[in-house]
């Protein structure tokens, strides 16, 4: 009734498939309770570009350094 507009907060988010011949790399995270695994997965910081976020979150939850990164519909 005030005329505001409010719009909710969007946080971008990647989830990435780590791939080496037919090997495919799953993560356990400590917050997941029982044998569940996924891909790599995090949010974009400020700034980030897509790219640069895919190789800081499997750089953070792997060690590993990626490349040839590539998109898949």
Known sequence: SCGR?????????????????????????RNFKGRFNSLVAGFL??????????????KEETGLDVKNITYSG
């Open 45 to 58: 910081e400020t700034g980030e570009t897509l790219e640069e976020c895919v190789a800081r979150e499997v």
């Open 5 to 29: 507009e409010v719009y909710p907060a969007i946080s971008t988010a990647v989830l990435v498939l780590v791939r080496k011949g037919d090997s495919i790399l799953l993560v356990h995270a």
